[in-house]
């Protein structure tokens, strides 16, 4: 398990905000990241490393911004160039990586420079690829105005989306040159062969209009989640989807009745990935999703669609949920954010603390002003991105990946005290 966050100490051992656990103990990864940066996700590579993204000036021996590779061979972090930065006045942020090959990756973010331009303007616009040797724009004219929060690569399983095809969500409305960008709003394909950008339909709307995840089904459908209440196809028709959407590379369509909240615009869906029972799972600040009605049953930042209806998973957290991954060996789902509890349908309580898992690892904690951002698992690890940490508690897992008839565990949270990293 790979760890990021603002803590100095994992099981006792002195670290400095990254650290990954073997199994038996956690270990140092190379000097660390510091206490005022955070790690916003791990993406482990076929060339056997892993890449780490986030919002740091250097991390390890390795001096490129906000992106660098853990080399397990050299137990060290490994530079990709300068990295990207905001400019001489900001570090920036990558917010998703996403890795085709050592020599072609794709970072997306709020980045406009490479890290040696100095205040050379809009040299990269919020997307970057790095073919090797240095990180260059995408779109040779110009990329994006504003953040890009998250991208998806389609299998190919839908052919009106062939495999290898990727899209992008974010805050962005067009690309520059800014006379011939088209409309985008928030959503965009990326064209190979013509090198440039085409809107997904006229993307979604709202107050916020932001894209905040998105991912492909096993159905080949691209599905977004976010801050939004309508998706736009391109003949200019508005589809409700308070959000939650889905494109099927010819038009959207909503997921029911989307998320409802606390009315303070607590409604959010910031991650979304599908399970191996075929339910698409959702996590957010909602407490209530497809469920508008009195009465209904409160999801309380978690849910599952099984494309009809939306359910809550036993009666949700108690707290903001901002991350979600499946270890498909053992078919749990792990969840991270800034929680304090997990919600037994009975009404019962299982005290966690910011990251959830069912079988025994030592707990990523949070203190009340930090949360978990990132989750992820392989099959051989489990890795987590987190931004803090604070004193021993329990970690907490939902066993519901498994469909509803399999009685090998019951529904509902399970509990697990470990050491913690901490502060």
Sequence with gaps: MFAGGTFTNAGGVNMDGVAFWDGE????????????????????????KVYAHGFFPDIGSATSRNVAAW???????ESLGEGVTFGPWSVGNVNALHWI??????????????????GTPNQLGNVARWNGSEWGRMDPAGDFRMEVHCLAVSPGI????????????????????LETSEHMHGMARWDEAASTWHPVGWGITGAARRVYTMMFGQDGNLYVGGNFTHALNADGTEVEANRVAMWNGTVWTNLGEGTTGSGFGWDNVYQMTQCNDGYIYAVGDFTNIGFRTAGGPAANGFARWDGTNWYPVGAGLGGEVRAITINTNHNDIYVGGRFWHGLHEDG?????????????MNPITASNQHRVRLLAATQSRFRAGAWAAAPTSPMCCWPGCKPPSSASRPHKWWLRRRHPLSR
Excluded at 348 to 360: D, F, I, L, Y
């Design 101 to 118: 090959a050592t020599n072609n990756i794709i970072a997306v973010g709020n980045f406009t420079n490479i890290s040696s331009t100095g």
């Design 158 to 177: 839908n052919p009106l989306m062939p495999e290898g095809e990727l899209y992008v969500g974010g805050w962005f409305t067009n690309h520059y040159p």
């Design 348 to 360: 019962s309580v299982a005290h966690t603390w910011c990251v959830a898992r069912w079988n025994g």
């Design 71 to 77: 080399n397990e061979d050299i137990q060290d972090w």
């Design 25 to 48: 103990e956690w270990n140092r990864m190379g000097t660390g990241i510091g206490t005022t940066h955070y790690v916003n996700g791990f993406v482990p590579a076929l060339d056997g």
